[in-house]
């Protein structure tokens, strides 16, 4: 009985895990909200030692320091924290910085239109 016990909490733990993960990772003030996301759209999260690209999805956040990458024939909408709405096309990248003030807020264009 111990055994199988053991089992569930082990296989629970394993199914969960990474949604902890997940929800540990999200940033405190996202800078940016994904509203739409045609095409593959991708997301490097910033501060992430090793951080590889990851899909983005409608409702993902953007926090300080993300890059996100729009390919060819894609593109996605943003909501901005300032109220701003963006639209971003293909064969783009763009990086995020932390705003200064409450209400500003910082993109950088790297690539793209």
Not at 77 to 102: C, I, R
Request: some cysteine.
């Amino acid at each position: 009985m111990k055994i199988k016990a053991i089992a569930r909490c082990i296989l629970l733990n394993s199914l969960l895990l990474p949604y902890v993960v997940e929800a540990a990772g999200a940033c405190p003030q996202p800078v940016a909200k994904i509203t739409s996301a045609q095409g593959q759209v991708d997301v490097q999260a910033g501060g992430v030692a090793g951080a590889g690209w990851q899909g983005a999805h409608t409702g993902d956040p953007l926090c300080p320091g993300d890059i996100l990458r729009t390919s060819k024939w894609s593109r996605a909408t943003l909501s901005l924290s300032s109220g701003a709405v963006l639209t971003v096309d293909q064969n783009t990248t763009m990086s995020f910085s932390a705003p200064e003030q409450a209400s500003s807020w910082f993109l950088n264009l790297l690539e793209g239109t």
